[in-house]
């Protein structure tokens, strides 16, 4: 929703929305979609392999990714989507992959002490491209761009009203409450997919996922609880707001993410249990705060993806698949 506006400047753009497990709905009109191949979360801080397997039909995917017209426009923009991707290896089609999960194309972006082949394998395979350019904390590489930040939190003006805001989505509400309601000098705000109302229990608001609701929580909070994921740490960090993360278990970009977010001097847990209580406390006086500063606004992210894009021929095609043949 962010680049939308200014890609538009450049030609008409046409958006394909793929996946089956979100919790917002996409305020612009979107001409393609699919279920894709989504991830699903159990209650206790991992992913459901169960659920991911049982949503992949290669029959559909082979359907979809045929019929998806990605040779009708003269520039493809992939943010980590399969499909897509597929697609343009089938029929030959230029694509510039653009987004945080680009820029883990170079080595020198922060992993985990422990390396998983198969996490590596994925972000290098799931969605190939024929050029990448990638958004990060830090501009770890020379085609590695800051976050892309929402108008809403570029503009606020940070407050301290003395919550904490919580979203660990791959968490039930029970076993959050369980971690947080002893910590009863402390007020939480957690988002959840569960409740359809606000609902007060204790020390805890549980509030419905609402873009408009968590960005309100963000900007007034004292701290910020989440998962390692990319655009709510890269928001906190902006706001100057205190930030500790925990890790899907299971997601290897997260484990990345929590790699590059530690050494920023962000507290990273690998669950919420019992130990929760014993790093929240000491958390919460520390006085020094990683911040993240922006070196490019979101018109000139667009501009340089614009004109840095779209420059491989079909050559440098036939060298990223060499053996795509599909039946």
């Known amino acids: 929703m962010e680049i939308l506006p200014f890609l538009e400047r450049y030609g008409q753009v046409d958006i394909f929305l793929s996946g089956a497990n979100n919790s917002l709905q996409l305020d612009a009109p979107v001409k393609y979609r699919s279920k894709g191949l989504s991830l699903f979360y159990t209650n206790g801080g991992g992913l459901n392999y169960w659920e991911i397997a049982r949503q992949i039909s290669p029959a559909r995917i082979w359907r979809e990714m045929r019929d998806l017209p990605v040779e009708k426009y003269d520039l493809v923009i992939n943010d980590f989507e399969c499909l897509t991707s597929l697609a343009c290896a089938y029929k030959k089609v230029a694509s510039v992959q653009f987004g945080h999960q680009a820029s883990f194309i170079s080595p020198k972006v922060p992993r985990p002490d422990k390396k998983e082949w198969m996490g590596e394998w994925i972000l290098r395979n799931y969605s190939r491209a024929s050029q990448y350019i990638g958004l990060h904390f830090k501009q770890y590489d020379d085609f590695i761009l800051p976050p892309v930040i929402k108008k809403d939190i570029l503009q606020a003006e940070p407050q301290d009203k003395g919550h904490i805001t919580v ?34 229990d204790g020390n805890i608001v ?35 707001k205190k930030l500790m993360v925990i890790p899907i278990r299971g ?23 019992a130990g929760f209580a014993a790093a929240f406390l000491p958390w919460m006086e520390q006085k020094k705060k990683p911040c993240l500063h922006l070196d490019y606004s979101t018109e000139s992210i667009v501009s340089y993806l614009m004109h840095h894009c779209g420059r491989e021929s079909k050559d440098a095609l036939d060298m990223l698949y060499p053996d795509a043949v599909f039946n």
Not at 186 to 197: A, D, I, L, T
Not at 254 to 264: E, P, R, T, V, W
């Open 167 to 200: 979203y660990l989505s791959s968490y039930s509400d029970a076993a959050v409450k369980r971690y947080l309601q002893p910590l009863k000098d402390f007020r939480f705000q957690v988002f959840s997919k569960e409740v359809r109302q606000p609902t007060i």
């Open 206 to 240: 549980f509030l419905p996922v609402s873009k408009g609701a968590f960005n309100k929580s963000l900007i007034t909070c004292k701290a910020i609880l989440t998962g390692a994921g990319f655009e709510t740490p890269a928001e906190a960090l902006y706001l100057g």
């Open 251 to 273: 997601q290897y970009e997260q484990s990345c993410n929590a790699a590059a977010l530690q050494k920023m001097g962000v507290p990273v847990l690998n669950a919420l249990d």
